[in-house]
């Protein structure tokens, strides 16, 4: 979880850099390592011994793979608009709209990209109403059923680390990063990404958890095909300005 944060950028100001690596395929990165969130669920279940710890780590590995290709396809539309996979260019993304010329939050020309990634995102964290794995209720706590102390600090730990990295990875492809007018870049960023967290918290808190059967459905049946659509529509129009 912590590893991701390594080729996040948190800001550029009065010429230092405020990140660790940048990586020209830095969303890729992230990408790959949030993936391997699955394995620690399905295995802490399995290791647990409890059958209800174990349907909670098979939940929570079909819902990931459920969700991941539309998180993925989301943020294609951005990828294409800026011809970079760099969170550091795709920030510093420049427009030339009429006597303006400078950033844009890009959410202005990708607002669908951006309700499937939040959607998709909650799912891909866990958070209500999309936390089925860990489902109280029905599975009593699912895989964290058999775990306490500081075993179930870990795992608690990485699922808010992940939301805190959606969050940084929505305010650097949607919100234009650090740039907020004579905001200091850093404290720009980071305003940014709690105002994103609490979009998070409001969403716990407005909707009940679904059923299991409407969350594939919902993943499979109407995020995957609209993130599609999403790109296909993005292409016809560049091709058509021009690129």
């Given at each position: ?29 992230i990408f790959a390592v949030s993936s391997l969130n699955v394995y620690a669920i399905v295995l802490g ?17 079909a819902q990931l793979i459920s969700y991941e290709m539309a998180l993925g396809l989301a943020l294609v ?167």
């Amino acid at each position: 979880a912590f590893l991701a944060w390594s080729v996040i950028p948190i800001g550029l100001w009065y010429n230092v850099q405020y990140w660790i690596a940048d990586v020209n395929v830095g969303i890729l990165v992230i990408f790959a390592v949030s993936s391997l969130n699955v394995y620690a669920i399905v295995l802490g279940g399995y290791a647990s011994n409890n059958k209800y710890s174990l349907l909670g780590g098979l939940r929570s590995a079909a819902q990931l793979i459920s969700y991941e290709m539309a998180l993925g396809l989301a943020l294609v539309p951005t990828f294409m608009i800026v011809g970079s996979l760099r969170l550091r260019e795709i920030v510093e993304y420049t427009v030339h709209w009429g006597p303006y010329t400078g950033p844009i939050p890009l959410i202005l020309l990708t607002p669908v990209g951006f309700i499937i990634y939040v959607i998709a995102a909650t799912a891909e964290t866990n958070r209500t109403p999309f936390d089925l794995p860990e489902a109280e209720q029905e599975l009593i706590g699912g895989f964290l059923t058999e775990y306490s102390g500081l075993k179930f600090t870990m795992y608690y730990l990485a699922e808010y680390l992940n939301v805190i990295t959606v969050s940084a990875l929505a305010t650097l492809l949607f919100f234009g990063g650090w740039y907020l007018w004579v905001v200091p870049p850093v404290l720009a960023f980071f305003v940014k990404v709690v105002l994103v967290l609490f979009l998070y918290i409001w969403l716990r808190g407005t909707f009940p958890r679904l059923r299991y059967d409407t969350l594939m459905r919902l993943g499979w049946k109407v995020l995957l095909p609209l993130a599609i659509a999403n790109v296909v529509v993005t292409a016809i129009i560049l091709v058509a300005v021009g690129g």
